[in-house]
């Protein structure tokens, strides 16, 4: 079993790669943004509450995000090992997502960051933008997205710099995607064999 964290700004690639290690590895991908967009687009209530949020590029509450996860982590097909993706995005989430995990003797195994010069992600998320119609990535939301993941979403890693057992992979995510997809896959393999 094995509990990664794919961590890394907005535009960094953790969807893309996300979906090559889940195809590799018995890990269930689980999406904080996927799961909500699909709440917003189907007009749920926790959908209602969570779109003008997600539209101004703030953070979702981390009450409401952390009901969501451990929600998720409770069914049978997250209990061989789960790759988190846009979570945890605050401390707070983060020693709550600890919590959950102590409760059932599991821990986060390996936070693998994605590290992108802040011009590259504009630039990335630009183009997503005008590729796939995402109204939430026009250039004011985009920057404000920045600011909220250097103010809140980076001491994560500290958080978990300071936590035993944990370990920090920095992959080079600033290049072409299948050279990240190959160093994705080399860090996750020798933790992935350990844990098996």
Known sequence: MLITILFGPPGSGKGTQAAYVTKRYALQHVSTGEMLRKEAARGTTLGNEVAPVMASGNLVPDDLIVRVI??????????????????????????????????????????????????????????????????????????????????????????????????IETVDGDAPIFDVASRVRDTIDRYYRDAA
């Open 70 to 167: 451990e929600s998720r982590l409770r069914d049978a097909d997250t209990q061989g090992g789960v790759l988190l993706d846009g979570f945890p995005r605050t401390v707070a989430q983060a020693e709550a997502l600890d919590a959950m995990l102590a409760r059932s003797g599991r821990k986060v195994d390996l936070v693998l960051y994605l590290d992108v010069p802040e011009d590259k992600l504009i630039q990335r998320l630009l183009g997503r933008a005008a590729a796939e119609g995402r109204e939430d990535d026009n250039l004011d939301t985009i920057q404000n997205r920045l600011e909220v993941y250097h103010r809140d979403t980076a001491p994560v890693l500290d958080h978990y710099r300071a936590r035993r057992g944990t370990a």
